[in-house]
């Protein structure tokens, strides 16, 4: 379903926009989600409304499948790094985690709601994995969610679609950045 609207305290929300992980595989260009992830960025910021950048510092120490000995490894130096093209300015908040979602461990709700936000727009890499945790963070901590789809890509493409498809419409709005733009006005 198309976005319908923004709440006038809506804030952005970029997920792991980060040298580390905009450098991996993805389904989608990253280079083309970066792009517009900045031209959100540039657009909030324009209108006086919340940008938050989140980073990833590491894995979350529990055993996985995936990660038996856990997620604390070794990272480059510059793995946490935002992605320059997102134009980083003084007022952005800046969200450090050590899990999938933005709101866990951290004081992103805390943050929010000290500016009255009622709604975020998330956005970032990997669909499936931090932005959809932080999406479902989102709606269960009561905000409205819309989900800028073109600013948003999976290491793996059936991941990707799954959420796109299964997951965001129960958890909010989707769309295109340039609807999400439109309705910035």
């Known amino acids: ?5 923004l709440d006038p305290n809506t804030a952005l929300v970029l997920v792991d926009l980060q040298k580390g992980i905009t450098g991996l595989p993805t389904a989608h260009p990253t280079a083309e989600v970066v792009e517009n992830g900045a031209r959100l960025a540039a657009a909030f910021r324009k209108r006086g409304l919340p940008v938050v950048l989140v980073h990833v510092v590491a894995g979350a120490p529990g055993r996985t499948d995936a990660q038996p000995n856990g997620g604390g490894g070794q990272y480059p130096a510059d793995f946490a790094d935002l992605a320059p093209e997102l134009g980083r300015e003084e007022g952005d908040i800046v969200v450090t985690k050590h899990t999938w979602g933005a709101f866990h461990g951290t004081d992103l709700d805390l943050q929010l709601r000290r500016r009255g936000v009622t709604q975020v ?58 609807a999400i733009l439109a309705l910035l006005g």
């Open 121 to 178: 727009v998330l956005a970032g890499i990997a669909t499936s994995i931090g932005v959809e945790s932080t999406a479902r963070s989102a709606y269960e901590h009561g905000y409205h969610v819309t989900l800028a789809t073109d600013a948003m890509t999976d290491i793996d493409a059936e991941a990707h679609r799954n959420s796109v498809e299964k997951i965001f419409p129960r958890l909010g709005e989707s769309d295109s950045t340039d």
């Open 1 to 5: 379903m198309p976005a319908t609207t």
